[in-house]
């Protein structure tokens, strides 16, 4: 997958999902003009020209306990993991820990740390698909949203 692209005025929503390891040739693995929800996700180790994680233009980003690092961009000075433009409106809802990030939040929580979340590589973690695992010391062991997280 090069990215994800959402148009105008579309609703996404992202659960318990990675988003890792894509090489795109433009800006970031989810590049959005919409709306997106994110609870329970991991933003890592995608490459792009620009932007190598999240790149919110407009609309709505909406997320909680999720995780945004260790993304990369080829050109100089635009490696953030969450990059928003003004006219994208962002919402924390809590728990997230970023490594990187542009973007003005209109709602910053106490519980959003930022930091390297000392991820390890893509592998079977016990569940259906791969995951990332915490290494030791992560500073996201622990940190997550009190259960139940609905």
């Known amino acids: 997958m090069k ?3 959402i148009p105008l005025a579309v609703l996404l929503s992202l659960t318990n999902t ?3 390891e894509n090489v795109a040739s433009g800006e970031g693995a989810l590049w959005t003009t919409g709306d997106v929800t994110m609870k329970n996700v991991t933003v890592a180790y995608n490459t792009a020209q620009q932007y190598g994680g999240v790149n919110a233009l407009d609309g709505t980003i909406t997320y909680d306990n999720s995780i945004f690092s260790d993304n990369a961009a080829r050109a100089p000075n635009s490696g953030q993991d ?4 003004p006219s994208a409106t962002v919402l924390s809802n809590g728990y997230n820990l970023y490594e ?3 973007c003005t939040v209109a709602t910053p929580r106490a ?6 979340p000392l991820l390890g590589t893509l592998a079977d973690a016990g569940g259906s698909l791969p995951a990332h695992v915490l290494l030791p010391g992560s500073p996201a062991t622990n940190s997550g949203a009190p259960v139940p997280n609905d």
């Open 82 to 85: 969450l990059h928003c433009t």
């Open 100 to 102: 990187r990030r542009d």
């Open 3 to 5: 990215r994800l692209l």
């Open 111 to 116: 519980s959003d740390i930022t930091g390297d």
């Open 18 to 20: 990675t988003i890792s």
